[in-house]
């Protein structure tokens, strides 16, 4: 070809790849020099595209191999060669391009196309770059990451994942999920009945494209694990999920042990307030659902404080835990003993009635009996218990701690090392009241009852100048009994009848047997206002003192203030009565009532007997003072004879001496006496001065 004619070909195939968008440029085969290139060609390499021609086509490559590559090139190209390269900018960077060369047609010439590739590999590079911190940050998470695609294959997981479940490295290797999936299906310890919840649940998950979900599952190793799932979207679709595991196993026992350490008392590892509570309830449930009964026992060491003091609390503690463990063996496996603090502990026993109840108190008070021996010292620790049942003594926590407490105290009141079942105040009242109102009965029927005699003294000689009869009651069962117990109970029951009729029969029998003997000695008795009350009271008296022969003066009623206000007329009528009987007349306890002294004048009364209270707290007491004084007055000015309960010391005496009293009976003198000692203290004839020697004793 003409050198013309070749350069009219050439242009023609430079105006045909100026048209194309890419960089073409052709190359001359046999001299490797390019020929033409596009206006694109000559912007990838910063040139002016005219300024390429004749340059040699591996001066444009950047390596060494494309200088071979040419050469090769040259040897003779047949089939288009497409490769990865880079061509060197005339400012000297480099471009990363797809390179095709190819021979245009039959022509010596080759065309040379190329693609920068700059962008797309920035846009790699960068994507390489982000997964790689994509993948520094899913390694760098605590969890353990597994995603998958929308069919369950693993797509992509970290190291975390592998070792919370301890997955073999053999198996991480053979990339084989299947394997993987069974592996995680039999690590989890199943929860189902049918043995594969894990399989049913992953299922369930799974079929649920976009649900999101925590769970948390058990491995056989021990480890609790929670997984949280959540859907992987991509332009709004999901294409996979993503699984995270965490180990909360120490999570999980530290809450345990929270939780233990807020149900136990740090000493004895026994329940403590709450978790006793929550065990009670439970039992008031049980016992509300099947009638089951139970006992609540409050079982608190006495003088334990004594055992702190003397052996130190570091002995103490151990004191309590050897406690604790006596108290365990008392009880079953299914009971409960808590500790509330201190030395206060409660136990909680099942399907106790009352006699299982003392039974497991005994069993207690037993074991506590043994000797404690700690550090070669040797002493004992015993307890008190009150017990409460339930229902019997209430059906809530509150009600049957409270009276278990109650029933604890009352041991302590009595004694202590004892137990004691709780009773509404009511029931010990009535119970006592009637235990009293059935053994009073019998004693009257058995001739249990007694008649003691308090001397009464005439202040100024000393002189005995009577007795006041006072009953006396001892029991075989309840001991000895006070009137100022039985006396009331009789009284409300109407038994006071029966007892103030032989209290008289025997007072005045007494009286005629000592006048008999020659000491006309006045007995005094005390009356009852039931007793007073009765119609025919007086006529009663009169038959009494008729049968014995006995003078009416030598024989005194008191009474109190209370019985002459009360019915004022009818106790007029039966006063004069009485008077007219003969028998003498007394206000007992009086300034206590709150009478008018009206009466005093209407009422035919011989005496007064000033309360032992006023009498008490003489001659220090002003205000007693003035009152004793007053009575002692009033009766001056009523012309009523005064005598002073309760004396019980010198000054006392001085002073009723001193104030113009009377007479007065006391301890100071003597308490009440059965008959041989008050014969044998007064003297069947007494002689004034051996009274005031007994006195100034
Ligand atoms: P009362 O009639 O006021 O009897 C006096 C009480 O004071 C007696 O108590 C007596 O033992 C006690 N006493 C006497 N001297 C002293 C003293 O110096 N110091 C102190 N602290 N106390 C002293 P007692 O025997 O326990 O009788 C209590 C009450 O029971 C009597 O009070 C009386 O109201 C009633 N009572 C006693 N015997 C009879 C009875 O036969 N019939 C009736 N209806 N009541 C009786
Ligand atoms: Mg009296
Ligand atoms: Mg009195």
């Given at each position: 070809?003409?050198?013309?004619?070749?350069?009219?070909?050439?242009?023609?195939?430079?105006?045909?790849?100026?048209?194309?968008?890419?960089?073409?440029?052709?190359?001359?085969?046999?001299?490797?020099?390019?020929?033409?290139?596009?206006?694109?060609?000559?912007?990838?390499?910063?040139?002016?595209?005219?300024?390429?021609?004749?340059?040699?086509?591996?001066?444009?490559?950047?390596?060494?191999?494309?200088?071979?590559?040419?050469?090769?090139?040259?040897?003779?190209?047949?089939?288009?060669?497409?490769?990865?390269?880079?061509?060197?900018?005339?400012?000297?960077?480099?471009?990363?391009?797809?390179?095709?060369?190819?021979?245009?047609?039959?022509?010596?010439?080759?065309?040379?196309?190329?693609?920068?590739?700059?962008?797309?590999?920035?846009?790699?590079?960068?994507?390489?770059?982000?997964?790689?911190?994509?993948?520094?940050?899913?390694?760098?998470?605590?969890?353990?990451?597994?995603?998958?695609?929308?069919?369950?294959?693993?797509?992509?997981?970290?190291?975390?994942?592998?070792?919370?479940?301890?997955?073999?490295?053999?198996?991480?290797?053979?990339?084989?999920?299947?394997?993987?999936?069974?592996?995680?299906?039999?690590?989890?310890?199943?929860?189902?009945?049918?043995?594969?919840?894990?399989?049913?649940?992953?299922?369930?998950?799974?079929?649920?494209?976009?649900?999101?979900?925590?769970?948390?599952?058990?491995?056989?190793?021990?480890?609790?694990?929670?997984?949280?799932?959540?859907?992987?979207?991509?332009?709004?679709?999901?294409?996979?999920?993503?699984?995270?595991?965490?180990?909360?196993?120490?999570?999980?026992?530290?809450?345990?042990?929270?939780?233990?350490?807020?149900?136990?008392?740090?000493?004895?590892?026994?329940?403590?307030?709450?978790?006793l509570?929550?065990r009670v309830?439970?039992a008031l449930?049980m016992a509300?659902?099947?009638?089951q009964p139970f006992a609540l026992m409050v079982l608190?060491?006495?003088?334990?404080?004594?055992?702190?003091?003397?052996?130190?609390?570091?002995?103490?503690?151990?004191?309590?835990?050897?406690?604790?463990?006596?108290?365990?063996?008392c009880l079953r496996?299914v009971d409960t003993v808590?500790?509330?603090?201190?030395?206060?502990?409660v136990l909680l026993v099942h399907h106790a009635d009352a006699a299982g109840a003392e039974a497991t108190a005994r069993r207690v008070?037993?074991?506590?009996?043994?000797?404690?021996?700690?550090?070669?010292?040797?002493?004992?620790?015993?307890?008190?218990i009150g017990v409460a049942l339930c229902p019997t003594d209430g059906?809530?926590l509150?009600?049957l701690m409270?009276r278990a407490?109650?029933a604890m105290?009352?041991?302590?009141?009595?004694?202590?090392?004892?137990f004691r079942f709780h009773?509404?105040?009511?029931?010990?009242?009535?119970?006592?009241?009637?235990?009293?109102?059935?053994?009073?009965?019998?004693?009257?029927?058995?001739?249990?009852?007694?008649?003691?005699?308090?001397?009464?003294?005439?202040?100024?000689?000393?002189?005995?100048?009577?007795?006041?009869?006072?009953?006396?009651?001892?029991?075989?069962?309840?001991?000895?009994?006070?009137?100022?117990?039985?006396?009331?109970?009789?009284?409300?029951?109407?038994?006071?009848?029966?007892?103030?009729?032989?209290?008289?029969?025997?007072?005045?029998?007494?009286?005629?047997?000592?006048?008999?003997?020659?000491?006309?000695?006045?007995?005094?008795?005390?009356?009852?206002?039931?007793?007073?009350?009765?119609?025919?009271?007086?006529?009663?008296?009169?038959?009494?003192?008729?049968?014995?022969?006995?003078?009416?003066?030598?024989?005194?009623?008191?009474?109190?203030?209370?019985?002459?206000?009360?019915?004022?007329?009818?106790?007029?009528?039966?006063?004069?009565?009485?008077?007219?009987?003969?028998?003498?007349?007394?206000?007992?306890?009086?300034?206590?009532?709150?009478?008018?002294?009206?009466?005093?004048?209407?009422?035919?009364?011989?005496?007064?007997?000033?309360?032992?209270?006023?009498?008490?707290?003489?001659?220090?007491?002003?205000?007693?003072?003035?009152?004793?004084?007053?009575?002692?007055?009033?009766?001056?000015?009523?012309?009523?004879?005064?005598?002073?309960?309760?004396?019980?010391?010198?000054?006392?005496?001085?002073?009723?001496?001193?104030?113009?009293?009377?007479?007065?009976?006391?301890?100071?003198?003597?308490?009440?006496?059965?008959?041989?000692?008050?014969?044998?203290?007064?003297?069947?004839?007494?002689?004034?001065?051996?009274?005031?020697?007994?006195?100034?004793?």
């Open positions: 070809m003409s050198a013309a004619a070749r350069e009219a070909e050439l242009e023609h195939w430079s105006a045909l790849i100026e048209g194309l968008l890419d960089p073409v440029w052709l190359v001359d085969a046999t001299t490797l020099h390019i020929v033409a290139a596009n206006t694109a060609a000559g912007s990838l390499l910063g040139i002016d595209a005219w300024s390429l021609r004749g340059r040699a086509a591996a001066d444009l490559s950047a390596t060494a191999e494309d200088i071979v590559f040419w050469n090769e090139v040259a040897a003779g190209l047949t089939d288009a060669i497409l490769s990865d390269s880079v061509v060197r900018r005339f400012d000297g960077a480099i471009v990363p391009v797809t390179r095709r060369v190819s021979r245009l047609g039959t022509e010596d010439v080759l065309v040379v196309t190329l693609r920068d590739l700059s962008t797309q590999r920035r846009t790699e590079d960068e994507l390489e770059t982000r997964v790689a911190e994509l993948r520094a940050t899913l390694e760098s998470s605590a969890d353990g990451v597994l995603v998958t695609d929308l069919g369950g294959a693993i797509r992509n997981f970290n190291r975390r994942f592998a070792t919370l479940w301890g997955l073999p490295e053999e198996l991480l290797a053979q990339r084989d999920d299947r394997a993987v999936q069974d592996w995680m299906r039999r690590s989890v310890v199943s929860q189902g009945n049918d043995g594969d919840d894990y399989t049913r649940r992953l299922n369930a998950i799974m079929d649920a494209a976009l649900l999101q979900t925590t769970d948390v599952l058990t491995l056989h190793s021990g480890k609790v694990i929670e997984r949280v799932t959540l859907p992987q979207c991509s332009r709004g679709q999901p294409i996979g999920r993503v699984f995270s595991f965490r180990d909360i196993s120490e999570k999980l026992a530290a809450k345990q042990r929270i939780e233990e350490l807020s149900h136990t008392d740090a000493l004895t590892g026994l329940p403590n307030r709450r978790l509570a929550d309830e439970f449930a509300q659902r099947n009638g608190n060491l006495d003088r334990f404080k004594h055992v702190n003091d003397t052996l130190g609390m570091g002995l103490g503690d151990r004191v309590l835990l050897e406690v604790t463990e006596r108290i365990k063996a496996n808590a500790r509330l603090g201190g030395d206060e502990f008070l037993d074991a506590m009996a043994r000797p404690f021996t700690l550090d070669a010292q040797s002493f004992t620790v015993t307890c008190s059906d809530s509150d009600e409270r407490d109650a105290h009352r041991v302590k009141d009595a004694g202590r090392a004892s009773q509404t105040q009511t029931d010990v009242v009535q119970r006592s009241h009637m235990q009293i109102d059935h053994a009073m009965r019998q004693a009257l029927v058995s001739g249990l009852f007694r008649l003691h005699y308090q001397p009464q003294i005439d202040l100024r000689t000393g002189a005995v100048v009577g007795a006041e009869a006072l009953i006396r009651w001892r029991d075989p069962v309840l001991g000895e009994v006070s009137p100022g117990e039985f006396i009331p109970v009789a009284e409300e029951s109407g038994f006071i009848i029966a007892i103030g009729d032989w209290v008289l029969g025997q007072a005045v029998r007494q009286a005629a047997a000592w006048r008999a003997n020659g000491v006309a000695m006045p007995v005094s008795i005390n009356v009852s206002a039931l007793q007073f009350q009765q119609p025919d009271f007086p006529e009663r008296v009169a038959r009494e003192l008729k049968a014995a022969h006995l003078p009416p003066q030598l024989l005194e009623l008191e009474l109190t203030e209370s019985i002459l206000i009360h019915d004022a007329q009818d106790a007029l009528h039966r006063l004069q009565a009485l008077a007219t009987l003969g028998v003498q007349l007394a206000i007992d306890d009086f300034g206590t009532g709150y009478s008018s002294l009206g009466y005093l004048k209407r009422f035919p009364i011989h005496r007064l007997k000033i309360d032992r209270s006023f009498v008490s707290h003489l001659p220090g007491d002003a205000g007693d003072v003035a009152i004793v004084n007053a009575i002692i007055q009033l009766g001056r000015a009523m012309n009523l004879r005064v005598i002073a309960e309760g004396v019980e010391t010198e000054p006392q005496r001085q002073f009723l001496l001193d104030a113009g009293c009377d007479e007065f009976q006391g301890f100071l003198y003597a308490p009440a006496l059965d008959s041989p000692s008050f014969e044998s203290r007064v003297g069947v004839a007494p002689a004034p001065s051996s009274v005031v020697r007994l006195i100034k004793k």
